[in-house]
C-alpha cells in the first residue's frame, strides 16, 4: 500500500481521492492545499486525510511515501524535484511541465533517484485507447493517414479574474493544457513522436483575458499528420478518430466538466465507438464505463511498490513536455515550430 499525500484540493484534487476510496494500492493519509478553508478542511476530515499547513510539511513526514499534485501548472517541476530530492514518488497532474526541459530535468531525477513519476494523462488507461493502439500496432487499420481531435468544455464561460486558471502564463492556448494535452498524449502513444506543429489561438467569447478557441496541426515522425481543435467556451465534448487506409475508428464522449459529478467525471468519458471499414457497413459499440483516474493511481501505485512500468515512459512524458512547449511558440510567433527547436 502506498501512503500519499495530495497536495491540491480543487475540485479534481478531491477527484482524485474520491476515485480511489476503498483501493488496496493506494491512500491518501495527508494533504495540503493553497487554502485550508473549512471545506478543504471537512472533506479531509470526510476521507479521514491529516491536514498539513504546507507542501513542505508534507515533504517532512517519512511516512508519506507518495505526493501527488493537483496545482498550477508552472508549480509541477519544482514541486516535483523537490519531493524526489526527499526520495518520494510523484504523480502529477498534466500537463506535467509547460516546458521540454523541465520535463526532461524531473523524468532524469526520478531515474536517478530511482522513484516513479506518474503523470495524470488518465484517458490512455481506457480500455477503447488500449485496444485503438492494438489495432493500429496489428495493421487493422493499415496505413495510419491522419489523426483528429475534439475536445470542448464550458468551463472558462464561469472563470473568474484571478483564478489561476485564468492566468495565461498558467494556462496557455486556452484549452491545450486543461483538455488538449490528453489528445497530444493519445497521438504520441498511437503513432509516436511529433515532428512539427502549428497553432492559433484566440479569445472569442469569455470575459477574462484567456483564449477559449485553439486549433494545432501536427506532423507526426513517422509521416501521418494531425489535427488538434479545443473549445472551453461551448458544451462539452470528445471525438479523437484514427484514420488509416483500412478505415477509421472513432471514438466519442465527454470531457471533465467541473460541478459534474465525481462518477461523471471518472467512469464516462468515452460513450460511442464507431469502427468504418473501407468497404462495408460499420460496426459501433458502446464503451464500457471504466474508472480512468483509479485506473491511472492505482497503476502509479503498481509501479513505485516495484511493479510494472507506469503506462506513460519517461520519455514520452518529457516529450510530451515539449510538443506543448512548441504549440505555445507557435502560437505566440504565428509559425511552424519545428520540435527540434525545443531544448
Known sequence: MIRAAIVGLGWWGKTQVEAVQGSD??????????????????????????????YEEILADPDIDAVVLVTPNS?????????IAV????????????????????VDAAAAAGLTLGVGYSRRFHP???????K??????????????????????????????ADTSETP????????????????????????VYCQSFRRAIEVEADDTTSILFRMKDGCSAY?????????????QVYGSKGFIKLEGMTHIAGAPSEERR???????????????????????????????????????GGAPYLISPAEMAHGSAVTEAVVKSATEHRVVKLEEIA
Open 25 to 54: 494500492k493506494i491512500k491518501f493519509v495527508a494533504g495540503t492545499t493553497r487554502s485550508l478553508s473549512d471545506e478543504a478542511l471537512a472533506f479531509m476530515k470526510e476521507y479521514d486525510i491529516e491536514p498539513k499547513q504546507s
Open 75 to 83: 508549480q509541477h517541476v519544482p514541486q516535483t524535484l523537490a519531493a
Open 87 to 106: 526520495g518520494k514518488h510523484v504523480f502529477c497532474e498534466k500537463p506535467f511541465s509547460l516546458d521540454g526541459a523541465g520535463a526532461q530535468q524531473s
Open 128 to 134: 477503447e485507447m488500449i485496444s485503438l493502439k492494438e
Open 136 to 165: 493500429i500496432d496489428n495493421g487493422d487499420l493499415g496505413t495510419i493517414l491522419h489523426i483528429e481531435a475534439t475536445m470542448t468544455f464550458p468551463n472558462a464561460l464561469y472563470l473568474k479574474p484571478g483564478a489561476w486558471r
Open 173 to 196: 492556448c486556452g484549452g491545450l493544457t486543461p483538455m488538449g494535452v490528453h489528445a497530444i498524449d493519445g497521438m504520441i502513444d498511437m503513432v509516436g513522436e511529433i515532428d512539427e
Open 228 to 240: 488538434l481543435g479545443t473549445m472551453t467556451a461551448t458544451g462539452g465534448g470528445f471525438n479523437f
Open 267 to 305: 467512469m464516462k468519458l468515452f460513450s460511442t465507438c464507431t469502427f468504418k471499414p473501407v468497404k462495408g457497413p460499420a460496426q459501433v459499440w458502446a464503451a464500457a464505463e471504466f474508472d480512468v483516474v483509479e485506473a491511472a493511481l492505482e497503476a502509479f501505485a503498481d509501479s513505485a511498490l
